[in-house]
């Protein structure tokens, strides 16, 4: 017998919640250990490689709130809902806002920035990793310049996590719903 509250949908299936979260904690692992744990460093970024080209697939077959097609929105749409949210008007939406599906597209493109900027600085300082020939005898500046487009994105995808927290804060109490709780057991109220 299924003992959830009738008032509640179901929105976030396993997939997409257990890529959140494990997305959620290999990122951290990530940028915790940068330069002071390298293997893990690595291993860490790798698997967010994995992790957002099971995504993307999952964007295009998964269920419906996970489609790319049911969360992003034309920029003119993202603009209306932020300055609704300004306004404290914006409509409630069951998966992923505008801002939000914006945020996750930010998210996918400071992602893979930083990952592929990380394989070919990792090949280029570490002589290591897959593209360890291409990258080898590259000068010190191109591998200065490498680790600063590295740290960028890096950091970019940090200020995009803040960003998202005070989003997730900012429309749980707009719309007076647990957002975190929501992709937690994947229920959002009907």
């Not at 269920?63 to 920029?75: K, L």
């Not at 002589?127 to 080898?136: T, V």
């Not at 647990?178 to 937690?184: D, G």
């Given at each position: 017998m299924d003992?959830?509250?009738t008032n509640e949908i179901k929105v976030w299936d396993r997939f997409v919640?257990?890529?959140?979260?494990?997305?959620?904690?290999?990122?951290?692992v990530c940028y915790l250990t940068e330069d002071d744990f390298m293997t893990l460093h690595v291993w860490?970024?790798?698997a967010i490689m994995m992790l957002l080209a099971l995504r993307f697939i999952w964007g295009f077959i998964g269920?419906?709130?996970?489609?790319?097609?049911?969360?992003?929105?034309?920029?003119s749409m993202v603009w209306q809902y932020a300055r609704d949210v300004l306004l404290l008007r914006a409509k409630r939406y069951i998966g992923h806002n505008p801002a939000g599906g914006a945020m996750i597209v930010m998210f996918f493109i400071g992602l893979i920035l930083a990952s592929l900027s990380g394989v070919v600085l990792y090949g280029a300082d570490e002589?290591?990793?897959?593209?360890?020939?291409?990258?080898?005898g590259?000068?010190?500046?191109?591998?200065?310049?490498?680790?600063?487009v590295h740290e960028f994105f890096a950091n970019f995808t940090v200020l995009l996590v803040f960003i998202h927290l005070g989003g997730i804060l900012f429309e749980s109490l707009l719309h007076r719903e647990?957002?975190?709780?929501?992709?937690?057991n994947g229920r959002k109220k009907a």
């Open positions: 003992n959830t509250n919640r257990a890529f959140h979260w494990s997305l959620v904690v290999t990122f951290a860490s970024g790798y269920s419906e709130h996970a489609r790319f097609s049911d969360f992003v929105y034309r920029p002589q290591a990793g897959p593209l360890a020939a291409m990258m080898s590259v000068s010190e500046s191109t591998e200065e310049l490498l680790e600063e647990n957002l975190v709780q929501a992709m937690i």
